[in-house]
Structure formats: structure tokens, C-alpha cells
């Protein structure tokens, strides 16, 4: 695959510059190419392996396909399915699917022999090798490319989040999930707000809609607009636009003098019953190692002076808190 050339430098410079700005920005993905075959590939079997786990989770009596997600356990270390229940947080009351974190993998047994876009016979490990190439794509070429290029507007070294706060493929979290709504779950008055107001606990978030190519819109999912107290569609979406997202990690570790942290929510999309069960989406967190310490960035540009007393916690230690506030299942009205 040769898709690390396919995305130009400038392009992720141009990406970064938008993120110190506003917190959020798209980056298109050249196409037709590698980069998006794969996406395209990936979603399609997450479909098909949704479709299949969701049905074993409702007869009990079937073996289950995924290992299933326990609701007490600590969600920053989730690997499995859960479907959408306000039981895994108020974050997931509309949304199932498979999540994955530092680095793990597992495999779905699919039977649907269509969902093989190469035409083979043999669906053994299809899901978990699809997977890995969705990981790839959304972390080791576009992530990377922007941490890159964050590097190079903050005059950091380079490979700096990697050799301060890495390796991140090994600490980050990603899922693939869909949206499972029923009309008479919605409370009148709500404003359909199906996914939160909140900011990520990444350094950077990249967001993929399971849409073919580029289409207008962002299907609900919207950022606040500080500037003027609004809220924002994202205006594209598509498996050849990746929206990313400054999270609150590297907000934090910038001093909040720079990139700041995308606070956003997904609400009511569609407008008909038919169209409202098409959304799914796949969002990486790209998360430090948890033994990194949460300094501030050595960065010139940054303002004030390290204080080498200071008792840092580590991410772990930070992301404990964030983790214990996302399982709840009401939060605060905005």
C-alpha cells in the first residue's frame, strides 16, 4: 500500500494551521486511491459484522461472534461490542458497535460471503484484517500526518508526540459504530440531541462517516463556534474527507494558548424513517501512552516558563477521570 505518498504535506500543513485556529478541520483523501478502497472495505464489513452480533446478542442462546463489552469495566481500556444502551454511558444510549483500544484486536466470524469485495470465497479473519487497514489508514497516515504537522506549526522536534507521549498506536482507542434509534426513545422537547456536547480526551480525533466519497453535510454532527456562540455542521462528510478534531489532551498539554479543543455533539440528521439508521462512523482517539507525563509542550511558542517542582500526573491518571465522567448516564444541560 502505498498510501503514506498519497496525502501531500501541505495539505496536512494546511489542516494543522485550521486546528491551531478553530479546533477542528477537514482533510480531503485522494481518491480514487488505496487510502479510501480501504475505508470503503472496512465499513462495509462493519456492517455486515453489526448486523451479525446484534442479532446473536438478541437470541442468548446462540454463540456469540465478539467478545461483549462489560458496562463496569473501565471504558478507556474497552475492546468488543456493546449495543446502545445508556448502561455504557449517556454517550452510547443510541449507538452500537465495536471499540478497540491500545492496540487490540479481535475477529468476527463472517458468514455473508457479499460483503468479500475481492470476490474470494475464504471470509476467515476478513473482519480483523480490514480492521488493521482501518487503523492503518486513520492512524499511521492521516493521525500521523498531522501530529506531524502540528509538530512543524509548534517548531516541536520532530517525532516529538511519539518519543514524549508514545507510541500511540499501542495507547489510542478507536470504534466503528452505528446509530440505533427509535422514534419513541426521543422525549419531546429534546432537541434530538443524540450524541452529547463534549470535547474528546485525544490529542487529535479523526472522524470518518460512511458515506461514498464526499457528500455535503456532517449527518448531525456539529462544533461550537466560540466566536460567535453558535452551533456549526461540519460541511462534508464522506470516506474521502476525514474531519479531524483537537482534543482536550492537546489543549491542555498547549496551555490552552493554542489548538483549542473541539467541543461538539450529533443531532437529529435525517428527515425521513428510512434514512435515520444509515449512520455510522469510525472515530480514532489518539491518545498518549499512559505512563506519559502531562507536561506542558517544549515549544517556543508557547508562553511561560516549565516548572520543573511541578508533580505532573501521568495520562493514566488523567484519563481515569475522564473515564469515570463518561460512563455516567445524565450530565450537565448546555
Same mark, same amino acid.
Given at each position: 500500500?502505498?498510501?503514506?505518498?498519497?496525502?501531500?504535506?501541505?495539505?496536512?500543513?494546511?489542516?494543522?494551521?485550521?486546528?491551531?485556529?478553530?479546533?477542528?478541520?477537514?482533510?480531503?483523501?485522494?481518491?480514487?486511491?488505496?487510502?479510501?478502497?480501504?475505508?470503503?472495505?472496512?465499513?462495509?464489513?462493519?456492517?455486515?459484522?453489526?448486523?451479525?452480533?446484534?442479532?446473536?446478542?438478541?437470541?442468548?442462546?446462540?454463540?456469540?461472534?465478539?467478545?461483549?463489552?462489560?458496562?463496569?469495566?473501565?471504558?478507556? =481500556?474497552? /475492546?468488543?461490542?456493546?449495543?446502545?444502551? +445508556?448502561? $455504557? !454511558?449517556?454517550?452510547?444510549?443510541?449507538?452500537?458497535?465495536?471499540?478497540?483500544?491500545?492496540?487490540?484486536?479481535?475477529?468476527?466470524?463472517?458468514?455473508?460471503?457479499?460483503?468479500?469485495?475481492?470476490?474470494?470465497?475464504?471470509?476467515?479473519?476478513?473482519?480483523?484484517?480490514?480492521?488493521?487497514?482501518?487503523?492503518?489508514?486513520?492512524?499511521?497516515?492521516?493521525?500521523?500526518?498531522?501530529?506531524?504537522?502540528?509538530?512543524?506549526?509548534?517548531?516541536?522536534?520532530?517525532?516529538?508526540?511519539?518519543?514524549?507521549?508514545?507510541?500511540?498506536?499501542?495507547?489510542?482507542?478507536?470504534?466503528?459504530?452505528?446509530?440505533?434509534?427509535?422514534?419513541?426513545?426521543?422525549?419531546?422537547?429534546?432537541?434530538?440531541?443524540?450524541?452529547?456536547?463534549?470535547?474528546?480526551?485525544?490529542?487529535?480525533?479523526?472522524?470518518?462517516?460512511?458515506?461514498?466519497?464526499?457528500?455535503?453535510?456532517?449527518?448531525?454532527?456539529?462544533?461550537?463556534? =466560540?466566536? /460567535?456562540?453558535?452551533?456549526?455542521?461540519? +460541511?462534508? $462528510? !464522506?470516506?474521502?474527507?476525514?474531519?479531524?478534531?483537537?482534543?482536550?489532551?492537546?489543549?491542555?498539554?498547549?496551555?490552552?494558548?493554542?489548538?483549542?479543543?473541539?467541543?461538539?455533539?450529533?443531532?437529529?440528521?435525517?428527515?425521513?424513517?428510512?434514512?435515520?439508521?444509515?449512520?455510522?462512523?469510525?472515530?480514532?482517539?489518539?491518545?498518549?501512552?499512559?505512563?506519559?507525563?502531562?507536561?506542558?509542550?517544549?515549544?517556543?511558542?508557547?508562553?511561560?516558563?516549565?516548572?520543573?517542582?511541578?508533580?505532573?500526573?501521568?495520562?493514566?491518571?488523567?484519563?481515569?477521570?475522564?473515564?469515570?465522567?463518561?460512563?455516567?448516564?445524565?450530565?450537565?444541560?448546555?
Amino acid at each position: 500500500m502505498k498510501d503514506e505518498h498519497e496525502i501531500k504535506v501541505h495539505q496536512f500543513d494546511q489542516c494543522a494551521q485550521a486546528l491551531e485556529a478553530n479546533g477542528y478541520a477537514l482533510l480531503s483523501l485522494p481518491q480514487p486511491g488505496d487510502i479510501v478502497a480501504s475505508i470503503s472495505k472496512a465499513f462495509a464489513t462493519a456492517r455486515c459484522a453489526m448486523d451479525l452480533v446484534s442479532n446473536r446478542r438478541d437470541h442468548p442462546d446462540e454463540c456469540q461472534v465478539a467478545p461483549l463489552i462489560d458496562h463496569e469495566s473501565d471504558s478507556a =481500556s474497552w /475492546t468488543g461490542y456493546h449495543c446502545a444502551s +445508556s448502561t $455504557h !454511558g449517556r454517550y452510547n444510549e443510541f449507538r452500537e458497535g465495536f471499540v478497540f483500544s491500545n492496540g487490540e484486536m479481535f475477529d468476527v466470524e463472517i458468514q455473508n460471503k457479499k460483503v468479500d469485495s475481492d470476490g474470494g470465497n475464504d471470509m476467515q479473519n476478513k473482519f480483523g484484517n480490514d480492521m488493521k487497514d482501518m487503523f492503518h489508514v486513520m492512524h499511521d497516515v492521516i493521525a500521523d500526518g498531522i501530529l506531524r504537522a502540528i509538530e512543524r506549526t509548534l517548531k516541536l522536534t520532530h517525532l516529538y508526540f511519539q518519543n514524549a507521549l508514545g507510541p500511540t498506536d499501542k495507547s489510542s482507542q478507536w470504534h466503528m459504530k452505528r446509530y440505533v434509534i427509535q422514534s419513541s426513545l426521543l422525549d419531546q422537547g429534546s432537541n434530538d440531541i443524540l450524541l452529547p456536547v463534549h470535547t474528546d480526551p485525544s490529542l487529535i480525533s479523526v472522524i470518518l462517516l460512511d458515506r461514498r466519497d464526499i457528500t455535503t453535510g456532517g449527518m448531525g454532527l456539529q462544533v461550537f463556534r =466560540s466566536k /460567535t456562540s453558535t452551533w456549526e455542521e461540519i +460541511s462534508h $462528510h !464522506g470516506h474521502a474527507v476525514a474531519i479531524i478534531f483537537v482534543g482536550s489532551v492537546l489543549s491542555h498539554l498547549a496551555k490552552g494558548q493554542s489548538f483549542p479543543p473541539a467541543k461538539h455533539r450529533v443531532v437529529r440528521w435525517w428527515s425521513n424513517e428510512t434514512f435515520k439508521c444509515q449512520r455510522v462512523a469510525a472515530t480514532l482517539f489518539v491518545r498518549p501512552h499512559g505512563d506519559a507525563v502531562m507536561k506542558p509542550l517544549a515549544s517556543p511558542l508557547l508562553q511561560g516558563e516549565e516548572n520543573p517542582a511541578k508533580n505532573y500526573v501521568t495520562f493514566q491518571q488523567w484519563n481515569s477521570r475522564v473515564a469515570k465522567n463518561y460512563m455516567k448516564t445524565k450530565g450537565r444541560k448546555i
